[in-house]
């Protein structure tokens, strides 16, 4: 389970507000990225949302205070991507014992707002397969 929390205020002359927050999840394999993660793209974005504010009512009831009625208006932008699942496939382990780790960051960014996020509990299941086929290789491409 994971949880995006994302605020964005406008006050004063403040005419925009943004406020960005990710949950990335990391998997290795004896301290190496598990794919679809890759050693230059190491976590996987399980969550991402991004919230902006827009408004000119500040101007506008100015302009309204001095007798002139102008055009107001307030926007609210908000995009969420969720993944909640996700297969992270090791081909050809080989062998032996083999150490898996699993961790997340919870990370943002703001401008006149706030963002929060939270991860847990989760579940992790390991699923060992073996191609018995001696003319064709599994191929994970």
């Known amino acids: ?18 406020s960005v927050a990710n949950v990335t999840i990391y998997v290795t394999l004896d301290g190496n990225p598990v794919a679809p993660a890759t050693t230059t793209n190491p976590g996987i974005i399980f969550d991402s949302r991004f919230q902006q504010l827009n408004s000119n009512l ?12 102008t055009t107001a208006y307030l926007e609210l932008i908000l995009s ?17 014992v083999h150490t898996i780790s699993v961790s997340w960051a919870v990370t ?4 006149n707002g706030t963002w929060a996020g939270c991860v ?4 992790i299941a390991v699923e ?11 191929v994970i491409q």
Request: hydrophobic share 35%; aromatic share 6%; no cysteine.
């Open 1 to 18: 389970m994971t949880g995006l929390y994302t605020d964005t205020k406008l006050s004063g002359t403040l005419t925009s507000a943004t």
């Open 58 to 69: 500040t101007g506008a009831i100015a302009t309204l205070s001095g007798g002139t009625i």
């Open 80 to 96: 969420t991507l969720s993944a909640h699942s996700f297969d992270f496939i090791a081909p050809n382990v080989g062998g032996g």
């Open 108 to 111: 943002g960014t703001a401008n």
């Open 120 to 123: 847990g509990p989760g579940v």
């Open 128 to 138: 060992q397969v073996k191609n018995f086929s001696q003319n064709s290789p599994i």
